[in-house]
């Protein structure tokens, strides 16, 4: 937090997002998962807004687990796709590893939420 507030008045946005994703990494693993949500919420707009996207893809990464644990599969899901392509793109095979669990696990939910929609929806039928 203290970098952020070194990074933010003097508007450099590549060490605000950088610190945003280590801050957002550290709240996920304390289990406070909605601050995490807009904490890493600020990293990707930071990123997409200076254009150095090498950053992007772990950013989506935790994204998309903050998005899981917030109780939004379809967020999570796009973001880790996202994340996915991205890596691929930039041939870093060691983040397309470490995304791909997570957007197994979001698919999963995806189709697990998609069953019980179906299922409450036949049953009112």
């Given at each position: 937090r203290r970098i952020?507030?070194?990074?933010r008045p003097i508007e450099y946005l590549y060490g605000c997002a950088v610190?945003?994703?280590?801050?957002?990494?550290?709240?996920?693993?304390?289990?406070q998962d909605r601050e995490a949500l807009?904490?890493?919420?600020?990293?990707?707009r930071s990123i997409r807004r200076i254009g150095t996207l090498d950053s992007l893809p772990e950013a989506l990464?935790?994204?998309?687990?903050?998005?899981m644990r917030c109780g939004d599969p379809q967020g999570a899901r796009?973001?880790?796709?996202e994340a996915i392509e991205l890596a691929r793109r930039m041939a870093n095979d060691t983040m397309v590893?470490?995304?791909?669990?997570v957007l197994t696990e979001a698919m999963t939910q995806v189709?697990?939420?998609s069953a019980t929609t179906?299922?409450?929806?036949?049953?009112?039928?």
């Open positions: 952020l507030e070194i990074c610190a945003e994703i280590n801050l957002g990494h550290v709240l996920l693993d304390g289990r807009e904490v890493l919420r600020s990293a990707e990464r935790l994204l998309a687990i903050a998005l796009r973001a880790a796709t590893a470490a995304v791909e669990p189709q697990s939420l179906f299922a409450d929806d036949s049953s009112t039928s």
